[in-house]
């Protein structure tokens, strides 16, 4: 596993489309890897590969530790509720506000083996499947947050 390069705000790479992954190969499992292990070196609880420069539909979130969840062309299949709580994000340091997401989501994704699954998130691991996902379509927290100053 190989500790992976975070880009940061202002990196036009976080403004682009990921594009969907075509084959779940080896490298892709390599990537989901090394994306955890990054994840755990900065003490964040979920990452998209567009944060370390590459724009494939490919997410990571651990909420709890030891409960990582890989998420390959995720698509939100369902939502409800609302809530309306901190968040931040490893490509904008030192920085935090409060966005309204869905108290529920319901992800569908494949897995590393290339196997349809299909995940059930509520409160934080809902607003980190959102948060992640958003990122594959080049959106920011920011984008939609109401800043705390720090
Ligand atoms: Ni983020």
Do not use: W
């Not at 809530?83 to 490893?90: A, F, S, T, Y």
């Not at 319901?106 to 699954?117: I, Q, S, T, Y």
């Not at 080049?138 to 109401?146: K, R, S, V």
């Amino acid at each position: 596993m190989a500790k992976l390069h975070i880009v940061t705000e202002g990196d036009r790479v976080l403004r682009l489309k990921s594009r969907p992954v075509t084959e779940v190969n080896d490298r892709i499992k390599t990537l989901l890897d090394d994306m955890t292990e990054t994840m755990r070196e900065a003490d964040g609880c979920g990452l998209a590969a567009p944060q370390v420069g590459v724009l494939r539909r490919v997410v990571v979130v651990e909420t709890e530790p030891g409960v990582v969840y890989e998420l390959i062309n995720p698509v939100i299949v369902e939502k409800s509720g609302d809530q309306h709580e901190v968040e931040g994000c490893l490509s904008v340091p030192n920085k935090s506000g409060y966005t309204h997401r869905p108290a529920y989501v319901k992800v569908e994704a494949l897995d590393r083996n290339g196997n349809p699954v299909t995940y059930e998130g509520r409160d934080l691991l809902a607003r980190a499947f959102c948060h992640e996902i958003d990122h594959l379509d080049g959106i920011l927290y920011i984008d939609h947050a109401e800043m705390i100053d720090n």
